[in-house]
């Protein structure tokens, strides 16, 4: 087994210096070809025009368009969306108009993120925009239909087979949480009283098989979902024997609207590659897949990053000033009244501070390590919520544990700053009063780090928002008001 994780670390490290040579590649190139058109068009804008500079300003151009058309033609689409995510908005465009193409754009599109999609979209008509739509399966046009505008996705809908028009309203119909959202409709079924040589034939009919299909579904003759028959069961087996008699049962079965974070959990806990999504009838209704799995994790793991930071979605790194500001300034007016708040802590105790200067040495020790200490605990409970361990009836649990934990590292730690201040300032009831701020701040800091994040689920909000704040301001203010009064208690 850990061989087996070491060549797969070494294999993602590998196609990772793979597409960093292919972004250093062809921004290289890109530069170069913009550089050529632009000594190019000085030329001609300083000599005389003729029919012979024309034709060198044409053919110097399509020289260093075509090869940097031949490198973009080789990677694979999510290399290119890497490669358009990392590139300023001008460059992007210009890369984007020479790699746009009706068979690629929609699988491109599917790959960026939301916030590099708009600008792309935005560079594109009514009918690219639907040439490149008529291309992607119905979950794939689901995933980025919010983003398209309302005539392009009439105009698909219209163009569209009956089913898969069905399938497509399907899938916009649930909410980008659910599992029916991570669903595709590729899957394949059969009946339980055909024999694998006829499960055989009819595999041989398609001109390739659905991706990360590791098991074919048997149903009923009302769709409904009897087994599975993997397919190293099929391969292995007598061909005249029955799919009744060797299917299984389902390891897992997902019903469409559960939460996706409970396929997530599965697909780890049985190192699954794909699973049936049924709907309240038992019906099969389609499959959740690794890749998607894998998509949605990485995602819910960006947002809770994000979450933390106060950040309200996805920015484009090289999005314009005030759509950044737009997406930064909510949480940075919170923090800045927190810590105004702070502030005037402070300012209460300015007599104590005038009369013993150390205070002003060693307050923001005590402010600074309740606030890691209340951010590691918001942390573990944030990802224990998001895995489905803990619920808002063990929050008395949780709270008792955490005050334990800060309680044991306020004396310990709290002991060797409160020896140092002592040490350093020859004063005893100074390291006396380090020892017992830090131990209040940091249960201070445990008791919000579960409560924050336990309030926020009970609203029913995601208790990552914004809880890195939130934590900081209070254990700062906490933090100050805890050490300067215990210190004008005691020591003024």
Known sequence: MQETADTEAADRGERRERIEDALLEVTALLRKNRLVEGLVHEQAAHAPASGKAELVESLVTRQNRAQLQR?????????????????????????WDLVKSAERDGEILVEVSDAVRESLISSMDT????????????????????DLPQEVMDDVIQGLPIEEREQLRAAMSFEEDMVGALMDFEDVQVRPDVTLEVVLRYLRRFDELPSQTDQVFVVDRDERLLGVLPIATLIVNDPDRSVGD?????????????????????????????????DTND????????????????????????????LREEEDVFASVWKSFRNRWAWLAINLVTAFIASRVVGVFEGSIEKLVALAALMPIVAGIGGNSGNQTITMIVRAVALGQVT?????????????????????????????????????????????????????????????????????????????VLITAVTDSGGFFIFLGLATLLLI
């Open 71 to 95: 490198k973009l033609d080789r990677l694979h689409p999510a290399d290119i969306a890497y490669i358009l995510e990392a590139l300023p908005l001008d460059e992007r465009i210009y890369l």
């Open 127 to 146: 009918d690219e925009l639907v040439a490149a739509a008529e291309t992607l399966e119905a979950d794939e046009l689901a995933a980025i239909a919010e």
């Open 246 to 278: 060797l299917m299984r049962e389902p390891v897992v079965k997902l019903l469409q609207h559960e939460n996706a974070d409970v396929a997530a959990s599965a697909f780890e806990r049985y190192d699954l590659v794909s699973a049936p999504v049924v």
């Open 283 to 310: 019906r099969l209704v389609g499959r959740v897949t690794v890749d998607e799995v894998l998509d949605f994790v990485r995602a819910r793991g960006e947002e809770e990053m994000l979450a933390q930071a106060g």
């Open 392 to 468: 808002r009836e063990h929050a008395d649990k949780l709270i008792r544990k955490e005050i334990q934990v800060a309680l044991l590292n306020g004396v310990i730690w709290g002991g060797v700053m409160g020896l140092v201040a002592m040490l350093l300032y020859k004063d005893f009831a100074l390291g006396l009063v380090m020892v017992l701020a830090m131990s209040l701040n940091l249960i201070l800091a445990a008791m919000m780090g579960v409560l924050i994040p336990m309030t926020m689920l009970r609203f029913g909000r995601d208790p990552a928002v914004g809880s890195s």
